[in-house]
């Protein structure tokens, strides 16, 4: 019994120590700073929209792009067409007029977003190259007019990489849309603002991500696995950048409406997690102790966050275990610290999170949702398993997205 003491004293220990870091950093991040100083528009934007059968959505979506306020001569609108075979380059070429360039992609052997990114990189940012950043997007995105101002502003500032907030086009379709989207508004406030503060590096989040292209020539895009966005942010933090986050700029995107959606995107996040991961967290810790910059070890501790999930199961289990045989298995780190910071670290486990929402002033309905958000996010929990022995699949599985929300409607929408 003292071995198993001893063993789940130190699991309970660093699975304790991770939720205070948590809270600690999310803290930080309910104080707004000063964003960069607003500079005249001086940088020239290609911006990039991979699209896989997005008949349905691709017309607003290149619609809201023409809407961003940004000298229409300093930035250029590209629709990568990936394997379509379906009307979305035909709707894409009637806004050829309007100065949008549609490239077409056909490689059957070679499909998904990263790979159809390195291509289009690769067209785009020809010699001689008339850009000095690309920003990416997902064809289902709307985006806020500012945009190009406020990655123009960072980029002045100094950023060489860039997220954009992520928010939602349709929150309130069902609960499954809901409680996606209140996870999104909560950990952009709590998550990537508070590192962003902390000169820390923010994520990637796939779409409406602008980088500088210098850097990216430099590092190259080069991705493999099926978070590509994960995979390029562990990336540019090992080469001693960071990802800048944009709290004004915002990019709404189609949230999943049904658990079969969410399950087959989530567990397909978890699988490029895991492979990211296994690929990244070494090279970063080691990093760390060489260089003592906490950096390198907050992006390694984010990209654990698979494993947490599941060593955190597995402790629950024996923890659930112990207590129905009255204690006999092993005395718990929770019945050794005092029941007032015990309850205290709890209530901080469930409620920080609210915290980003009311920051943020989040549509009122949302508390209603987060009430019930730990039933959402315990399904994380067997996703993170699948994601493990799927971790070296490259199949991308397409979301499909139907919600053909044009900017002037989106205030209905939400």
Not at 65 to 78: A, T, V
Not at 140 to 154: F, K
Request: aromatic share 12%; with cysteine; net charge positive.
């Amino acid at each position: 019994m003292r071995i198993l003491d001893l063993i789940m004293t130190t699991l309970e220990g660093f699975l304790l120590a991770y939720t205070v870091y948590t809270i600690g950093v999310g803290l930080l991040g309910l104080k707004r700073r000063p964003g960069p100083p607003e500079a005249a528009p001086s940088r020239r934007f290609a911006l990039i929209t991979a699209a896989h059968n997005e008949e349905a959505v691709i017309a607003p979506h290149i619609e809201s792009l023409l809407q961003i306020d940004y000298p229409r001569e300093m930035f250029d609108i590209y629709i990568l067409c990936d394997n379509c075979t379906d009307r979305t380059v035909a709707i894409a070429r009637r806004y050829e007029a309007q100065g949008v360039r549609v490239l077409e992609r056909r490689d059957p052997l070679r499909r998904g977003k990263g790979f159809a990114l390195e291509w289009g990189f690769a067209q785009v940012l020809k010699e001689p190259c008339p850009y000095d950043a690309v920003v990416v997007f997902d064809a289902d995105n709307l985006v806020s007019p500012n945009i190009l101002r406020v990655m123009n502003n960072h980029l002045a500032a100094g950023a060489k990489a860039v997220q954009a907030y992520l928010d939602a086009k349709n929150p309130w379709d069902s609960w499954i849309s809901a409680c996606y989207s209140v996870a999104y508004w909560s950990t952009n406030r709590v998550w990537q603002l508070a590192r962003h503060h902390l000169g820390l590096s923010a994520a990637l989040g796939g779409t409406g991500m602008c980088l500088d292209v210098q850097t990216l020539k430099r590092l190259g895009w080069g991705t493999a696995t099926l978070t590509e966005d994960l995979e390029y942010t562990a990336k540019l933090v090992l080469h001693g950048l960071r990802v800048e986050w944009a709290h004004d700029a915002r990019v709404y995107d189609e949230k999943p409406l049904t658990l079969t959606q969410t399950f087959r995107q989530r567990t397909r996040w978890l699988a490029g997690h895991w492979n990211v991961a296994l690929r990244y967290v070494g090279p970063l810790l080691e990093r760390f102790l060489r260089t003592g910059c906490w950096r390198y070890a907050d992006t390694a501790i984010y990209l654990l966050q698979p494993f947490l999930i599941v060593l955190g199961a597995g402790v629950g289990v024996v923890a659930i275990a112990n207590a129905a045989m009255g204690g006999e298995l092993y005395t718990s780190l929770i019945h050794r610290i005092p029941p007032d910071l015990g309850a205290a670290l709890a209530m901080g486990v469930y409620c920080y999170p609210m915290l980003g929402l009311i920051a943020d002033r989040a549509p009122l309905r949302s508390y209603l949702y987060y009430l019930s958000y730990l039933l959402f996010g315990l399904t994380w929990i067997p996703i993170a398993f699948i994601g493990f022995f799927r971790r070296n699949d490259t199949h991308w599985a397409h979301t499909q997205h139907t919600r053909a929300i044009r900017m002037s409607e989106l205030g209905s929408a939400r």
